[in-house]
Nanobody, 123 residues
Framework: QVQLVESGGGLVQAGGSLRLSCAVS????????MGWFRQAPGKEREIVAF???????TYTDSVWGRFTISRDNAKNTLYLQMNSLKPEDTAVYYC?????????????????WGQGTQVTVSS
């Protein structure tokens, strides 16, 4: 069974930075496509970034140039470095793991999820 545990969320002022971590246990993350999603109150869960096995990062347009997804296979951990944060980035952030290779922007493509970590950006 794959377990994912996020950490690193918090309250930050606009323009600040946070780094989220997702510790994975049970399986090796190099075998999965790993993704970060977020969900703001009253909104649907949306993709932020995903990292295929080929390590060709993909980002949603709203975070391009500000966020960086990466993984440390030795630590079996996924990261999301978030810079130049904006109030509209406020949401619960989730990491997820997928065994598929298609439709990777959709939450339904991911079988394993963490519990989420709150990110709040004040103006």
């Amino acid at each position: 069974q794959v377990q994912l545990v996020e950490s690193g969320g918090g309250l930050v002022q606009a323009g600040g930075s946070l780094r989220l971590s997702c510790a994975v246990s049970g399986r090796t993350i190099s075998n999965y496509v790993m993704g970060w999603f977020r969900q703001a109150p009253g909104k649907e869960r949306e993709i932020v970034a995903f990292l295929p096995r080929s390590d060709k990062n993909t980002y949603t347009d709203s975070v391009w140039g500000r966020f960086t997804i990466s993984r440390d296979n030795a630590k079996n951990t996924l990261y999301l470095q978030m810079n130049s944060l904006k109030p509209e980035d406020t949401a619960v952030y989730y990491c997820a793991a997928s065994s598929t290779v298609s439709s990777l922007r959709l939450p339904s493509s991911y079988a394993y999820w963490g519990q989420g970590t709150q990110v709040t950006v004040s103006s």
